[in-house]
């Protein structure tokens, strides 16, 4: 398994424009998590699924950010319209099923989307 | 409300020194906590998790519920260590769970 794929790796754009980000999970995990990565804040997650269903996207900044998870092997992260202030790492995670009264299982992550709006 | 946090962004130490990289949390529950560790132009991977209590590249992990943390901890350091480094907390909802990050701390190794 190629692990965890995201596209694109750097995304520039301008001010106002739409920008999505894709993800394709490790096939096989049923989780599914956005997080975004800046230097002040760290590692913040955005929103997760769990079996294509959104479970908590308390973290997703405004209405400009949404996310989809069509099938278990696609997402999506769009934002629209873009301000400069998005301008981050964008991580998507997967894990597989979780397990009842086992432990977490570990995330794996994509190499991540660098966005930089102008 | 479950939060982690690491105090120190950068933290430098010369080669063969040793090192501890602090990890605080704020959890209700029985916390499950991870180091999580990036290398340079690598994927966020797992380094290890308290549960384990194992010593993964030399670096082990204590959780400490009375100081609610979870401190990591290296003896010597070597320059290949140099990396960044978030420290995860488990939330557990229903049949799944999401992972909390801290702000991560840049380690720096020096020859």
């Known amino acids: 398994d190629a692990g965890v794929i995201q596209s694109p790796r750097h995304e520039v754009t301008e001010m106002g424009q739409e920008v999505t980000l894709r993800c394709k999970p490790i096939s096989g995990h049923n989780s599914l998590f956005w997080y975004r990565q800046t230097m002040m804040r760290g590692l913040e997650l955005l929103i997760y699924?769990?079996?294509?269903?959104?479970?908590?996207d308390s973290g997703m900044p405004e209405d400009r950010f949404s996310a989809k998870m069509p099938n278990a092997s696609f997402s999506t992260l769009k934002i629209q319209p873009s301000e400069p202030r998005d301008s981050a790492v964008y991580f998507c995670?997967?894990?597989?099923?979780?397990?009842?009264?086992?432990?977490?299982?570990?995330?794996?992550f994509g190499e991540g989307s660098r966005l930089t709006v102008l | 409300a479950q939060r982690v946090t690491q105090p120190e962004k950068l933290l430098s130490v010369f080669k063969g020194a040793p090192v501890e990289l602090k990890c605080n949390y704020s959890y209700s529950g029985s916390p499950e906590l991870f180091w999580y560790v990036q290398y340079s132009r690598q994927r966020l991977q797992l380094l290890l998790r308290?549960?384990s209590r194992e010593s993964i590249k030399g670096f082990t992990a204590d959780l400490n519920k009375g100081e609610t943390s979870f401190h990591l901890k290296k003896p010597f350091a070597q320059e290949e260590d140099s990396a960044m480094y978030y420290c995860a907390l488990s939330h557990f909802s229903g049949n799944t769970g999401k992972l909390i990050f801290g702000q991560g701390t840049t380690l720096q190794v020096k020859p």
């Open positions: 308290h549960i």
């Open positions: 699924f769990n079996n294509n269903v959104p479970i908590d």
């Open positions: 995670a997967s894990r597989q099923p979780f397990r009842t009264g086992g432990y977490t299982g570990e995330l794996f």
